[in-house]
């Protein structure tokens, strides 16, 4: 697990219906970490379009595939790190 930290794990079917909640979620962490207005803009960005390749490259949209995303505050107190990781079900 993560030492002194936070993680915050979604575990999303293949959709697209849920890439507001994921954008949401990134944009408040991003605050938290401490970033700035453009550098939040720029990762939710980036999250959201590293979901939609999962979703449509890495699991070829099959619904019974998860995309996994997660988010990673460190350290507890006062984060100063944030990672984010998106996982796909596909075989590359």
Do not use: Q, Y
Request: proline share 3%; hydrophobic share 45%.
């Amino acid at each position: 697990m993560v030492a002194d930290g936070h993680v915050i794990r979604l575990v999303l079917p293949s959709s697209f219906e849920l890439l507001d909640l994921v954008e949401l979620l990134s944009d408040r962490l991003s605050s938290l970490a401490g970033l700035d207005e453009d550098s939040t803009h720029w990762v939710s960005v980036a999250v959201r379009e590293s979901v939609i390749n999962a979703i449509k490259h890495g699991n070829h949209e099959d619904i019974g595939k998860h995309v996994i995303v997660e988010f990673v505050l460190r350290p507890r107190v006062k984060p100063e790190e944030f990672e984010v990781r998106v996982l796909d079900e596909g075989e590359g």
